[in-house]
């Protein structure tokens, strides 16, 4: 029986996620090592607002998603959902509370059953949920979600391939938000689409999220898209949460050098910010064997001695602005302040 909590405000809290993959040798082989997707990734998201994960390609925002709707198990951590602990549940129960949760994907070109019309895609988790009493009243609810995602009624009995992307992602937010569920996980929901119809269907989840008070877990690795519509911001790093602040805290006030580095080759925000842009050097190291101490020491340009040793923790810098980096431990010596950046780990 898992433990409940009551804090009105936050409909989602997620509490040292671990999540790590066994890497087998052969089909029975044991466990040869573990790809590191999440390790003690822990945030809050409030009724009714945008909590944002970004970073690069592999970072773990993904798994973090997949986590949350419970698609993936997580190794270890907790999951509340409206005060209900969720990774306590199974079967029915499960079922019962998932109900309260749905996922946009990346790509509408894929995740649209090419044999179903417009209308079975939208009414398909009604259908599941059996909330009507009469097929009129089904095909109603039906049509009030078209309507609120901008799709003509006349397209109600076409299918997917009819359609251009942009309406193809429609399609799918209008499945995702039939039912008005508590938390809408979007997952790289316009990375997929061109930049001109990308404005679009973020009018559209903000337009939906005020007249229908979703709150959104929304999952990308683009920092423009994301300070336009998030209010909370996690920034992710080889399965880490290196820096988690209000969006206008962490554009305005960026921490951590992995995030200083990511806002730094944005055009329209870096112009806003530095002359001296700090380029990423190297490459993500692999899940499967992170380096020692801090996840980013190997690319980090101003790794300490003490980056190769320890974890960081987790600083609250400023209220509500979180950092996982040694920077901001006033308990370290001289020893281990020592600036080792560029030297081989
Ligand atoms: Fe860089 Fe060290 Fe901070 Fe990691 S802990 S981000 S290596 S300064």
Not at 123 to 134: F, Q
Not at 189 to 211: F, H
């Given at each position: 029986?898992?433990?409940?909590?009551?804090?009105?405000?936050?409909?989602?809290?997620?509490?040292?996620?671990?999540?790590?993959?066994?890497?087998?040798?052969?089909?029975?082989?044991?466990?040869?090592?573990?790809?590191?997707?999440?390790?003690?990734?822990?945030f809050e998201l409030r009724?009714g607002e945008t909590f944002a994960i970004v970073g690069?390609?592999?970072?773990?925002k993904?798994?973090?998603?997949?986590?949350?709707?419970?698609?993936?198990?997580?190794?270890?951590?907790?999951?509340?959902?409206?005060?209900?602990?969720?990774?306590?549940?199974?079967?029915?129960?499960?079922?019962?509370?998932?109900?309260?949760?749905?996922?946009?994907?990346?790509?509408?070109?894929?995740?649209?059953?090419?044999?179903?019309?417009?209308?079975?895609?939208?009414?398909?988790?009604?259908?599941?949920?059996?909330?009507?009493?009469?097929?009129?009243?089904?095909?109603?609810?039906?049509?009030?979600?078209?309507?609120?995602?901008?799709?003509?009624?006349?397209?109600?009995?076409?299918?997917?391939?009819?359609?251009?992307?942009?309406?193809?992602?429609?399609?799918?937010?209008?499945?995702?938000?039939?039912?008005?569920?508590?938390?809408?996980?979007c997952?790289?929901?316009?990375?997929?689409?061109?930049?001109?119809?990308?404005?679009?269907?973020i009018?559209?989840l903000e337009?939906?999220q005020d007249?229908?008070?979703?709150s959104y877990v929304f999952i990308s690795h683009d920092l423009s898209v994301v300070k336009h519509i998030a209010d909370t911001v996690m920034v992710m790093?080889?399965?880490?949460a290196m820096e988690l602040a209000s969006a206008d805290e962490l554009f305005s006030n960026p921490l951590h050098?992995y995030t200083q580095?990511l806002l730094?080759?944005i055009?329209r925000i870096a112009?806003e910010r530095?002359?001296?842009?700090?380029?990423?050097?190297?490459?993500?190291?692999?899940?499967?064997?992170?380096?020692?101490?801090?996840?980013?020491?190997?690319?980090?340009?101003?790794?300490?001695?003490?980056?190769?040793?320890?974890?960081?923790?987790?600083?609250?810098v400023e209220p509500g602005h979180a950092c996982?980096?040694?920077?901001?431990?006033?308990?370290?010596?001289?020893?281990?302040?020592?600036?080792?950046?560029?030297?081989?780990?």
């Amino acid at each position: 029986m898992g433990k409940n909590i009551d804090e009105k405000d936050v409909v989602l809290k997620v509490e040292h996620l671990v999540k790590r993959y066994p890497v087998k040798k052969g089909v029975f082989g044991r466990a040869k090592s573990y790809v590191h997707a999440l390790e003690d990734v822990s945030f809050e998201l409030r009724r009714g607002e945008t909590f944002a994960i970004v970073g690069e390609s592999g970072c773990g925002k993904s798994t973090t998603g997949k986590c949350v709707l419970r698609l993936t198990e997580p190794t270890s951590g907790t999951v509340y959902l409206d005060g209900e602990e969720l990774t306590a549940l199974s079967g029915a129960e499960l079922t019962r509370a998932r109900q309260k949760m749905k996922l946009i994907f990346q790509d509408p070109y894929s995740s649209l059953n090419p044999r179903m019309t417009v209308a079975d895609i939208i009414a398909e988790p009604i259908d599941i949920a059996g909330t009507y009493k009469t097929r009129e009243e089904r095909d109603a609810r039906v049509e009030r979600v078209m309507e609120a995602v901008g799709l003509d009624l006349s397209y109600k009995y076409r299918y997917p391939h009819e359609f251009s992307g942009g309406q193809r992602q429609r399609i799918g937010i209008a499945r995702a938000i039939a039912l008005v569920p508590e938390v809408v996980v979007c997952d790289e929901p316009v990375s997929a689409l061109d930049v001109s119809v990308q404005a679009k269907v973020i009018n559209l989840l903000e337009r939906l999220q005020d007249e229908l008070g979703l709150s959104y877990v929304f999952i990308s690795h683009d920092l423009s898209v994301v300070k336009h519509i998030a209010d909370t911001v996690m920034v992710m790093y080889l399965g880490h949460a290196m820096e988690l602040a209000s969006a206008d805290e962490l554009f305005s006030n960026p921490l951590h050098p992995y995030t200083q580095a990511l806002l730094d080759v944005i055009p329209r925000i870096a112009d806003e910010r530095i002359q001296d842009k700090r380029i990423l050097q190297g490459d993500v190291p692999s899940p499967t064997n992170p380096p020692s101490g801090c996840a980013f020491s190997t690319r980090c340009p101003k790794c300490m001695a003490v980056c190769r040793e320890r974890v960081p923790e987790k600083f609250e810098v400023e209220p509500g602005h979180a950092c996982r980096c040694h920077l901001f431990d006033e308990s370290l010596s001289e020893a281990e302040r020592q600036f080792v950046a560029g030297k081989e780990a």
